[in-house]
């Protein structure tokens, strides 16, 4: 035995720190349940309420004064309108500027200015894409209140999310891929394009897929580019006017009248089922193509 | 076996200098690094169309009312007739009531979760709760802050009899949950990386899980931690549907987070939903706000930055 050990004491304060630990595990756990606890709660709140109003005419109504006949089609056409713009858009500059950044880019000062300006981007507050969306699309490029000027909008606010992904699926496709590339002859593009490129896309897919639902439920940069509510019509084209889910969630929230908090009960609902489906998609596409090197 | 020919007979050499001779293929491999890198410029023209437009309109904002009034007013009347007043104080005390009660809420609930999931909790348990606390973060701000105006602050009223129906402690609270996934991941994600080796040590010495949570992951591990609050705080300071829709708006200078408020992102909102024309005072004070906003979440940003750099233990 050590001698400056007291085995009694050592024994004796044992069980005390067990108990604590045991304590402590219990509370750890139980925060981690309050995250599970909340989002149960919210998911039954809006089921709840908002599942009576939910039916084929809300689906297929127009926006209306009386909530009984209030519907949400211009908002949800308008919100797959947005998808169609924001998705090229923001693809083609968030894979490029990532190929550039992981493939091309050298160690110096401008690409190491690019790579922090991207991560400062991302905290950037939504609202504020918002102000930049109003003075350089809807008013300097007088693009209006269009499906074009919000798309714009949203893929800058998306695009780093995007970039990091991009470059995430990128640096995941091995070396050797490139060397055996390179070693049968071929250029530097052509390795980019035919190898790295199709290794890369299913982790690049699942990135974007989710950095798209969440331009799909961003609501503060629409509010500032001032995206109409009340629109009793669908955009017939990109330079349309034309409202979104969340817009019409948010006046419907904001009414005074009891019936139309349902109402927007039951808009979450479509916005949520939208958001579920886009993100199955993208966990699909994760587990049935991700490459395993 | 029968071997397939090429129609000419050509050894791979001469096939890779045939090929590489193209002039359209030369073409390709110059133009596609500087098409890429215009691509990679565009998140940097973002950046620049930020802060230009935010500065520019914010100084056509300062021809119409005096910088001293707008940094040091206590009050925040853009909308009284007579005399409007724009001290933007009261707008940056509210963001920062409600930023306040969502780190309350988030950071011990955060950071409890995280040494959970990365201490205690089983490798099925995990892959079981992370993917919630995932969904938890992809729900909509505009969903979060109907949930706060609709459920937490009835609930609330149940328990505080004298809070009003716009508060600042509904939202705070809700935010608080919105930003708590963010921390418990980013802040597991750092406790993960600190080796095993060191837990092995201390349990080999006789300490208890807890005992190696506290006294060796969380310390080894601080740096991710510290930055995983700090992004969430900026995160909760740039926040806007949820105070919007249960923060009220009234910009008031005082510390009370029962009574109705208005925050910096909750005014730009109010003021895009209301008729202010262009090129008005009030038009150009969203922008002013914004600019105040910008500079605290850059600040933010740039802190989370340079806490996760200088301070990283290297294992």
Redesign the interface.
């Known amino acids: 035995m050590v001698k400056y050990v007291d085995h009694v004491q050592?024994v004796k304060r044992m069980n005390g720190?067990?108990v604590?630990?045991k304590m402590?595990?219990i509370?750890?756990?139980l925060?981690?349940l309050?995250?599970?606890a909340?989002?149960g709660?919210?998911v039954y709140?809006?089921f709840d309420?908002g599942w009576g109003y939910l039916s084929a005419d809300f689906i297929t109504n127009f926006a209306s004064r009386f909530p009984e006949k209030a519907g949400i089609k211009a908002a949800l056409i308008g919100s797959m309108w947005l998808m169609v713009v924001v998705a090229p858009i923001s693809l083609?500059?968030g894979v490029?500027?990532a190929?550039?950044?992981e493939e091309?880019?050298k160690q110096n000062r401008l690409n190491d200015?690019?790579r922090?300006?991207?991560?400062?981007?991302a905290?950037?507050?939504?609202?504020?894409?918002?102000?930049?969306g109003l003075?350089?699309f809807v008013?300097s490029l007088a693009l209006g209140k269009s499906v074009l000027a919000a798309g714009l909008t949203m893929s800058?606010l998306i695009?780093?999310v995007i970039?990091v992904a991009a470059q995430e699926a990128i640096r995941a496709v091995p070396k050797e891929l490139r060397e055996a590339s390179y070693g049968m002859?071929a250029?530097?593009?052509q390795t980019?394009l035919k190898v790295v490129l199709p290794s890369a896309v299913p982790g690049i897919l699942t990135g974007s897929i989710?950095a798209l639902?969440?331009a799909?439920?961003?609501?503060?940069p629409l509010?500032?580019l001032?995206i109409p509510v009340i629109v009793h019509f669908l955009p017939n084209g990109i330079l349309s006017e034309f409202t979104a889910l969340?817009m019409q969630?948010?006046d419907w929230?904001?009414r005074p009248q009891e019936e139309f908090?349902y109402v927007?009960?039951a808009g979450?609902l479509v916005?949520?089922t939208f958001?579920v489906i886009l993100?199955s998609i993208a966990v699909f596409i994760r587990n049935k193509f991700q490459n395993r090197y | 076996m029968v071997m397939k020919q090429p129609a000419e007979k050509l050894s791979v050499q001469e096939l890779i200098a045939q090929s590489r001779s193209k002039r359209s293929k030369k073409v390709v491999e110059k133009i596609m690094p500087i098409l890429l890198f215009i691509t990679a410029l565009i998140s940097v023209l973002t950046t620049f169309g930020i802060v230009f437009t935010l500065i520019f309109e914010t100084i056509e904002f300062f021809t119409k009312v005096s910088v001293i009034d707008f940094l040091f007013g206590t009050e925040w009347l853009p909308f009284s007739g007579k005399e409007p007043m724009y001290g933007i104080l009261p707008l940056i005390l509210g963001t920062l009531k409600v930023t306040f009660i969502a780190v309350l809420v988030a950071v011990p609930l955060g950071i409890a979760a995280a040494i959970f999931l990365s201490e205690y909790a089983s490798d099925r348990t995990r892959r079981l709760i992370k993917p919630v606390l995932e969904v938890l973060a992809g729900i909509p701000t505009i969903v979060y802050g109907f949930f706060a105006l609709t459920f937490v602050t009835p609930v609330l009223q149940e328990i505080i009899p004298g809070l009003k129906i716009f508060n600042a402690l509904s939202p705070g609270i809700v935010v608080g949950i919105m930003i708590l996934p963010m921390i418990a991941s980013l802040s597991e994600d750092a406790m993960t990386s600190v080796p095993n080796a060191m837990r092995e040590g201390a349990l080999a010495l006789g300490s208890t899980k807890l005992e190696v949570a506290i006294k060796i992951v969380l310390p080894a591990a601080l740096s991710g931690i510290l930055a995983s609050v700090v992004l969430a705080v900026s995160r909760a300071i740039g926040e806007t549907m949820i105070v919007s829709l249960a923060g009220g708006a009234t910009p008031k200078f005082d510390f009370n987070v029962t009574d109705s408020i208005q925050t910096m992102t909750a005014y730009i909102v109010q003021v895009s939903t209301g008729d202010a024309g262009y090129g008005t005072t009030i038009y150009y004070s969203i922008y002013s706000v914004g600019f105040t906003l910008f500079l605290f979440t850059l600040l933010m940003n740039l802190l989370a930055h340079f806490i996760s750099k200088r301070f990283r233990e290297e294992y």
């Open positions: 050592v720190r067990l604590v630990n402590f595990k509370v750890f756990l925060a981690t309050f995250a599970l909340a989002l709660v919210l709140r809006m309420q083609l500059l490029g500027t190929i550039y950044l091309y880019a200015f690019i922090m300006n991207i991560s400062n981007l905290g950037v507050p939504s609202i504020v894409f918002g102000l930049l003075t350089i008013r800058l695009l780093p970039i002859g250029t530097k593009w980019i989710l639902s969440r799909v439920g961003e609501t503060a509010v500032v001032g969340p969630i948010f929230a904001k908090q927007a009960a979450i916005l949520m958001l993100n």
